[in-house]
């Protein structure tokens, strides 16, 4: 799928208003089958769970359409209880003219794979997606380690299956992405409990920069071509997505994001020949920088602007899914094409949003105050250069469309032509 003239000037005349292209996330459910810590959504939470009723995701899709929106995401929960009607909803959404959809799963369906009908399940399957316009989808996988990411989810075996699986989903076009939820799991070796020292802050970062690779060369082992990382979610107090939890597993302070982060931006270089890497070094950098203390080195999140989270139980928009005081209402009711908005939100580090606000923003800055973006050119020759090379690197990577195979020659332009530089040059870099 590649960049056409029509939709090139349809992008262009949104930057030119003063707005990026628009992301709508649609929880469908919080209905879970799988026991992660991590989330408060998880099968053994008592509340009361919800799905949106059809029509009503229907006319979401419909107003995202009229509002101009290009990327639409189907969460929970978990989608996949109710493949038919997530099937049908990428399909309603397609035939409005949106045109990156994308949903994702725990990939429970890649349990049983010793079963004899295992392969003709996961071909149905994937014939019902491939059927569809889908652009991504993705399985989480929390660990590089099968028997932690199976014991923490609660799906045994499925790390298996999914090895399994892939093959035919590739025989059918569909190359799923591995999606790191990053968590504590992701460490090798024992971590620190203060990073009160530096020698404290190294051992972290060391235990999280061999996770990381270790993280990669697993996905690539499995069959995955593709690597997504969500940035932490811990419980915010005012969250509206429950895909969050004060668990250990998932929390951190400022001083141990620093190191994550500044790990994950050394280790992606390292295997950008051999997989489709998601993140972009530029938001892993301004997340560095936020943490250490310059809360406007980056560009702001768009969400509540152009990007929107709608809650799978009453269908209302939220600017994201930390934000639940703002609640715009129905969002079938809401329109978004007026005005310039100004974006100023860093609450969180929710990398749906905050991830295309950065790699975006120089775009929008170009068109609403390009003497500011020249000044900001001329004095952060790190952040543009690194933004240029995940321009490249993405194009490269034909924008991550899983229906098509990687181009490893045109990734292999991208190989790491240096080693890594450690974290601590890295933060000395940003003025920690």
Same mark, same amino acid.
């Not at 639409?72 to 929960?77: P, V």
């Not at 000395?428 to 920690?432: D, R």
């Given at each position: 799928?590649?960049?056409?003239?029509?939709?090139?000037?349809?992008?262009?005349?949104?930057?030119?208003?003063?707005?990026?292209?628009?992301?709508? %996330?649609?929880?469908?459910?919080?209905?879970?089958?799988a026991?992660?810590?991590?989330?408060?959504?998880?099968?053994?939470?008592?509340?009361?769970?919800?799905?949106?009723?059809?029509?009503?995701v229907?006319?979401?899709?419909?107003?995202?359409?009229?509002n101009?929106?290009?990327?639409?995401?189907?969460?929970?929960?978990?989608?996949?209880?109710?493949?038919?009607e997530?099937?049908?909803?990428?399909?309603?959404?397609?035939?409005?003219?949106?045109?990156?959809?994308?949903?994702?799963?725990?990939?429970?369906?890649?349990m049983?794979?010793?079963?004899?009908?295992?392969?003709?399940?996961?071909?149905?399957?994937?014939?019902?997606?491939?059927?569809?316009?889908?652009?991504?989808?993705?399985?989480?996988?929390?660990?590089?380690?099968?028997?932690?990411?199976?014991?923490?989810?609660?799906?045994?075996?499925?790390?298996?299956?999914?090895?399994?699986?892939?093959?035919?989903?590739h025989?059918?076009?569909?190359?799923?992405?591995a999606?790191?939820?990053?968590?504590?799991?992701?460490?090798?070796?024992?971590?620190?409990?203060?990073?009160?020292?530096?020698d404290?802050?190294?051992?972290?970062?060391?235990?999280?920069?061999?996770?990381?690779?270790?993280f990669?060369?697993?996905?690539?082992?499995?069959?995955?071509? %593709?690597?997504?990382?969500?940035?932490?979610?811990?419980?915010?107090?005012?969250?509206v997505?429950?895909?969050?939890?004060?668990?250990?597993?998932?929390?951190?302070?400022?001083?141990?994001? %620093?190191?994550?982060?500044?790990?994950?931006?050394?280790t992606?270089?390292?295997?950008?020949?051999?997989?489709?890497?998601?993140?972009?070094?530029?938001?892993?950098?301004?997340?560095?920088?936020q943490?250490?203390g310059?809360?406007?080195?980056?560009?702001?999140?768009?969400?509540?602007?152009?990007?929107?989270?709608?809650?799978?139980?009453?269908?209302?928009?939220?600017?994201?899914?930390?934000?639940?005081?703002?609640?715009?209402?129905?969002?079938?009711?809401?329109?978004?094409?007026?005005?310039?908005?100004?974006?100023?939100?860093? %609450?969180?580090?929710?990398?749906?949003?905050?991830?295309?606000?950065?790699?975006?923003?120089?775009?929008?800055?170009?068109?609403?105050?390009?003497?500011?973006?020249?000044s900001?050119?001329?004095?952060?020759?790190?952040?543009?250069?690194?933004?240029?090379?995940?321009l490249?690197?993405?194009?490269?990577?034909?924008?991550?469309?899983?229906?098509?195979?990687?181009?490893?020659?045109k990734?292999a332009?991208?190989?790491?032509?240096?080693?890594?530089?450690?974290?601590?040059?890295?933060i000395?870099?940003?003025?920690?």
């Open positions: 799928m590649s960049i056409n003239a029509k939709d090139f000037m349809n992008q262009a005349g949104t930057f030119l208003r003063g707005r990026m292209p628009g992301q709508v %996330i649609i929880q469908m459910t919080d209905y879970c089958n026991k992660c810590p991590q989330c408060g959504m998880r099968v053994q939470e008592k509340f009361q769970r919800s799905k949106l009723e059809q029509d009503k229907r006319r979401i899709i419909d107003r995202a359409a009229q101009s929106v290009t990327a639409l995401s189907f969460t929970g929960g978990e989608p996949f209880l109710h493949t038919d997530l099937i049908g909803h990428i399909n309603h959404a397609s035939k409005a003219g949106i045109r990156f959809i994308r949903t994702g799963t725990n990939a429970f369906f890649c049983g794979s010793e079963k004899p009908d295992f392969e003709d399940k996961i071909k149905r399957l994937a014939e019902k997606l491939a059927s569809t316009e889908l652009y991504t989808i993705w399985f989480s996988l929390d660990s590089w380690n099968a028997e932690v990411h199976e014991e923490s989810r609660g799906l045994p075996g499925v790390v298996k299956g999914m090895e399994k699986a892939l093959p035919i989903f025989e059918f076009g569909i190359h799923p992405s999606n790191l939820g990053i968590n504590r799991h992701v460490a090798c070796g024992k971590l620190p409990e203060k990073l009160d020292s530096e404290a802050k190294q051992t972290f970062y060391s235990s999280f920069r061999e996770g990381f690779k270790r990669y060369r697993n996905a690539a082992g499995l069959g995955f071509t %593709i690597v997504n990382a969500c940035y932490p979610m811990s419980a915010e107090e005012n969250a997505y429950q895909a969050e939890s004060a668990d250990m597993m998932v929390s951190f302070t400022k001083t141990e994001k %620093i190191q994550l982060f500044s790990a994950l931006y050394d992606i270089p390292e295997f950008r020949s051999e997989l489709r890497i998601f993140t972009p070094r530029t938001s892993l950098l301004s997340l560095i920088r943490y250490s310059d809360d406007y080195a980056d560009y702001a999140c768009r969400g509540g602007l152009d990007f929107f989270y709608i809650d799978g139980v009453k269908g209302h928009a939220y600017p994201c899914g930390f934000r639940a005081n703002d609640d715009f209402g129905p969002y079938e009711n809401l329109d978004t094409t007026g005005g310039v908005p100004k974006a100023d939100c860093r %609450i969180c580090d929710w990398e749906c949003f905050r991830d295309p606000s950065t790699l975006m923003g120089p775009v929008t800055e170009f068109f609403e105050h390009p003497a500011g973006l020249l900001r050119v001329l004095n952060d020759k790190q952040f543009f250069r690194l933004w240029m090379e995940d490249r690197y993405y194009k490269a990577c034909d924008y991550f469309n899983c229906r098509q195979q990687p181009d490893y020659d990734m332009k991208h190989a790491e032509k240096q080693k890594a530089k450690k974290s601590v040059n890295l000395e870099a940003v003025g920690s």
